[in-house]
């Protein structure tokens, strides 16, 4: 994972729960771009990244109820990890969901 492989959990935490959304939305964004048949390894390695950033936001989040919320949508992203073939409508739902996080992200969805 070397795109994200310096990003420390300081460093992480100065950016805005509203920017860090924006972030795992932009590898979900990635992620949900390929979707074939020789896209398994690429899409595999975005849907780690999407774990990474999550994971990140979740152990330096001062919200609890931030953290709780995250720790299940982080389920619905490992879930896509693990298929063995992209599936569209699922990936497209949980990028709706994380979006929906943030009244800043959810804008993204009207764009």
């Keep these: ?16 729960f509203d920017q860090q959304i ?10 949900g771009k390929l979707t074939g048949a ?9 849907y780690e990244r999407v774990l990474q950033l999550t994971d990140l936001t979740i152990r330096t989040s001062p919200r609890r109820a931030a953290r709780r919320e995250l720790l299940r949508w982080r389920d619905l992203a ?5 298929q063995p ?11 709706r969901c994380l979006l929906r996080f943030t009244p800043e992200a959810s804008r993204q969805l009207t764009a």
Excluded: K, P
């Design 1 to 16: 994972m070397a795109q994200h492989a310096a990003l420390t959990a300081e460093r992480w935490s100065t950016f805005s």
């Design 22 to 31: 924006l972030m795992i939305a932009n590898e979900m964004h990635r992620a």
């Design 38 to 46: 020789d896209d398994g390894e690429r899409r595999a390695n975005a």
């Design 78 to 82: 490992a879930a896509l990890y693990v």
């Design 85 to 95: 073939v992209g599936n569209r409508a699922e990936h497209e739902a949980a990028w």
